[in-house]
């Protein structure tokens, strides 16, 4: 029964992601647009897991940061401070380097 409530939170905390996270609504067009293309151009299977990482990398650095976010906002109060400012700027950072890297990964899946 404790499994199945993890997943319950996981689920949760995935809904949670897309309604409250603009970027997921991105995230989201971005994934369905590059499964479309995939399967349009009909890539291999080795091109299909790294197309899957790419997602799966872009999406995980995202919940990671919106978490990130929501903890850093509750533990200062949503006042402004420097190290909570680094913190949320770093993170933003890794997702746009998770983003970055996947653009290359689909620029070499569909264009090489």
């Not at 996270?21 to 091109?47: D, F, K, S, Y």
């Not at 909570?84 to 983003?99: G, N, S």
């Amino acid at each position: 029964m404790a499994r199945a409530k993890s997943f319950t939170f996981a689920i949760n905390g995935l809904y949670q992601l897309l309604r409250n996270e603009p970027n997921a609504v991105l995230h989201t067009i971005a994934t369905v647009a590059v499964v479309a293309a995939g399967i349009v151009r009909h890539i291999g299977p080795m091109q299909w897991v790294a197309i899957v990482i790419a997602i799966g990398l872009v999406w995980i650095t995202e919940a990671v940061n919106t978490g990130m976010e929501r903890l850093c906002d509750h533990v200062c109060g949503n006042r402004f401070h420097p190290a909570i400012k680094l913190v949320k700027d770093v993170m933003a950072a890794a997702v746009m380097m998770a983003a970055g890297v996947s653009v290359v990964i689909g620029i070499i899946v569909f264009f090489f």
